[in-house]
């Protein structure tokens, strides 16, 4: 499975973004996908997953209520709707896909997914 993150930009403090991952691969409909992102001087940081079906998601506390993911396996594509944005959330966002138990901790932890693709730089203003 390859994985490209699109979508990131400028925008300012209270503003909305939509990223998109496109993936290609026959078996990418079978996969939990994670987004992760990644601001200067800190450490990766897991942001939400979605189940392969779509009916689980689960997200970072910070962005509860805010990020939303969705996916759509005919499009091989997941999404990530980014509302009401922060400064802090200015990163770089990848996303990530694997076989892995839907469970806190497996889905949180960047180790644990197989396919990464490049990250889209997303920059939020005060």
């Known amino acids: 499975v390859q994985l490209q993150a699109s979508g990131g930009g400028l925008v300012q403090a209270g503003g909305s973004l939509r990223l998109s991952c496109a993936a290609s691969?026959?078996?990418?409909?079978?996969?939990?996908l994670g987004w992760f992102r990644q601001a200067p001087g800190k450490e990766r940081e897991f942001v939400g997953s979605?189940?392969?079906?779509?009916?689980?998601?689960y997200y970072l506390d910070s962005v509860k209520g805010r990020f939303t993911i969705s996916r759509d396996n005919a499009k091989n594509t997941v999404y990530l709707q980014m509302n009401s944005l922060k400064p802090e959330d200015t990163a770089i966002y990848c996303c990530?896909?694997?076989?892995?138990?839907?469970?806190?901790?497996?889905?949180?932890?960047?180790?644990?997914?197989?396919?990464w693709g490049q990250g889209t730089q997303v920059t939020v203003s005060s």
């Open positions: 990530a896909a694997g076989s892995l138990l839907w469970s806190g901790v497996m889905i949180t932890t960047g180790s644990h997914y197989n396919y």
């Open positions: 979605v189940t392969w079906s779509g009916g689980s998601t």
């Open positions: 691969g026959r078996t990418f409909s079978s996969y939990t």
